[in-house]
Nanobody
Framework: QVQLVESGGGLVQAGGSLRLSCAAS????????MGWYRQAPGKQRELVAI???????NYADSVKGRFTISRDNAKKTVYLQMNSLKPDDTAVYFC?????????WGQGTQVTVSS
């Protein structure tokens, strides 16, 4: 059994910061990548940031310079530091893990940014 446990979402005013975390529990190995996607109401899920097992990172253009993804391999945890938040960042954020040939998804954590 492998689960992704997300935390850190909440309500914040524009310009504020939040840090999301996602911990993979269970006997998970051969992780190719860990990252974050988000989905706003009525919109398609989109990539926010991802980090591979070789420590390569990729960010959506809309979050570059504001968000930082990092991982702790020992804890099997990925983080997303979100600074200078904007109302457009409001969405459900989903943790993503590429584990071998499988894709794992967290249940999602709500991030709401008020004006």
């Amino acid at each position: 059994q492998v689960q992704l446990v997300e935390s850190g979402g909440g309500l914040v005013q524009a310009g504020g910061s939040l840090r999301l975390s996602c911990a993979a529990s269970g006997s998970i190995f051969s992780i190719n990548a860990m990252g974050w996607y988000r989905q706003a109401p009525g919109k398609q899920r989109e990539l926010v940031a991802i980090v591979t097992s070789s420590s390569r990172t990729n960010y959506a253009d809309s979050v570059k310079g504001r968000f930082t993804i990092s991982r702790d391999n020992a804890k099997k945890t990925v983080y997303l530091q979100m600074n200078s938040l904007k109302p457009d960042d409001t969405a459900v954020y989903f943790c993503y893990v590429q584990w071998g040939m499988r894709d794992l998804w967290g249940q999602g954590t709500q991030v709401t940014v008020s004006s």
